[in-house]
Structure formats: structure tokens, C-alpha cells
């Protein structure tokens, strides 16, 4: 079963808009959330994270929400660049062990 | 920090032969993790180590597949009589053992299985 989902396989925004991803989760042992960008035949590069004690999470550009009531969690990016361009999972785990991941949001910032 | 390091980073083969990749963490990281990527999904977990002790691995490690860590510093991954359905990324992963902290990968090692 899936444990992790991101729902929207792709995503498309103008440059210097906000970059909304979306993410949710089934299990109620995750307490910590991250999420990883990945460029084509490259490992996912950290971005972020949240601690199931928090809501939000702030680092430059990138903002995290987390809603545990929903099992809802979102990736902000303001403002959008073209560099940004990539495929973003979300990540979740319980007791700092092994990583569940979603399947991926591809990301396109256009001109 | 110098990164998590893998090698090889392609790797062709054919189908029943043995390959073994290789991982080095991030220095100091207690903690070393297996992943495994398909076309299309997110990383899925293979096995994890705590130093060189070996202390979960998922049901998808079939017995065809073997990880060390014997000195507690870099890993190896064997797969024996290769499949074509193996063919993936394998990523590493590896973090210190403080709870709650961010697990940092290497760039993987791209197998196929002609």
C-alpha cells in the first residue's frame, strides 16, 4: 500500500510565481517529513524538513506546511526558477529509521 | 563534508551474472541506508546499517541480494544471478545515528539487465 502519495505526477508554473506540491500520508507512526529534489540520473538532493511538532518550516525559498489532522503536508517555493526544474518527493518516517517516499512531482518553471 | 559516494555509476550486465556496487557514506555517519529506484517511483527501501551491524531489510531483499558493512565505514551491495527485473537505481543513503536527522544520498549506481 501506498503511504506516501503525491497525486499530481506534474506540475507547471511561470517563473516568479509559487510553486505549490502536495503530498499525503496514511501512517500515523510517520513524525518527521522531508522533502528531496532529483535531477535525471542524479540521487535526490535534501531540502527540507518538518518535525510532526511543527506546521511550517521556513529555509529561503522553500516553506513547508504540515497539517496532521489532514496528513497533509505541501512544499512551497517562492519565487519559482527555471533551476528549480526537477522532480520533488516527499519523504516520511517514524523513529528516524528508513525513508517512505511518494512517487514524485515533476516540476516545470517556464520563462 | 565530501558527500556520499558510489561506485560504479553505470553498470551493464548480463542476465545471470553477479555484480557488486559500492558505498561510501559521509564520514561519521553511523547509519547507511539501500534504496532502490524504478522508472516512474520513488525510492524504496532495501536495508539499512547501524555501524556494521545489519538491522532491517525489506522483504523486497530477496535472498539473491547481500549487503555489508564489515569495518562500519563503506558498504557493498551484491546482487547474484542477475534479473532483468533488477534493473534500477540503487542509491545510498546515509545519515548520523541523532534522531530525526536528514538522510544524505549519493548519486546512485544505474544498473541494467540486458
Known amino acids: 500500500d501506498q503511504q506516501v502519495k503525491q497525486n499530481s505526477p506534474s506540475l507547471s508554473v511561470q517563473e516568479g510565481r509559487i510553486s505549490i506540491l502536495n503530498c499525503d500520508y496514511t501512517?500515523?507512526?510517520?513524525?518527521?517529513f522531508l522533502w528531496y529534489k532529483k535531477y535525471p540520473a542524479e540521487g535526490p538532493t535534501f531540502l527540507i524538513s518538518?518535525?510532526?511538532?511543527?506546521d511550517k518550516n521556513e529555509d529561503g525559498r522553500f516553506t513547508v506546511f504540515l497539517n496532521k489532522s489532514a496528513k497533509h503536508l505541501s512544499l512551497h517555493i517562492v519565487p519559482s526558477q527555471p533551476g528549480d526544474s526537477a522532480v520533488y518527493f516527499c519523504?516520511?518516517?517514524?523513529?528516524?529509521?528508513?525513508?517512505?517516499f511518494g512517487t514524485g512531482t515533476q516540476l516545470k518553471v517556464e520563462l | 563534508d565530501t558527500g556520499v559516494s558510489q561506485d560504479p555509476r553505470h553498470k551493464i550486465t548480463k542476465r545471470g551474472q553477479n555484480v557488486t556496487f559500492r558505498c561510501d557514506p559521509i564520514?561519521?555517519?553511523?547509519?547507511l541506508y539501500w534504496y532502490r529506484q524504478t522508472l516512474g517511483q520513488g525510492p524504496e527501501f532495501l536495508t539499512y546499517?547501524?555501524?556494521?551491524?545489519?538491522?532491517?531489510k525489506s522483504r523486497l531483499l530477496s535472498d539473491r541480494f547481500s549487503a555489508e558493512r564489515p569495518k562500519g565505514s563503506f558498504s557493498t551491495l551484491e546482487i547474484q544471478r542477475t534479473e532483468q527485473g533488477d534493473s534500477a537505481m540503487y542509491l545510498c543513503?546515509?545519515?548520523?545515528?541523532?534522531?530525526?536527522?536528514?538522510?544524505?544520498f549519493g548519486p546512485g549506481t544505474r544498473l541494467t539487465v540486458l
Open positions: 543513503a546515509s545519515r548520523r545515528m541523532t534522531a530525526k536527522d536528514t538522510q544524505y
Open positions: 501512517n500515523s507512526m510517520f513524525d518527521y
Open positions: 518538518i518535525s510532526s511538532i511543527k
Open positions: 519523504a516520511a518516517t517514524g523513529g528516524g529509521n528508513k525513508l517512505t
Open positions: 564520514s561519521e555517519h553511523n547509519r
Open positions: 546499517f547501524q555501524n556494521e551491524a545489519q538491522l532491517e
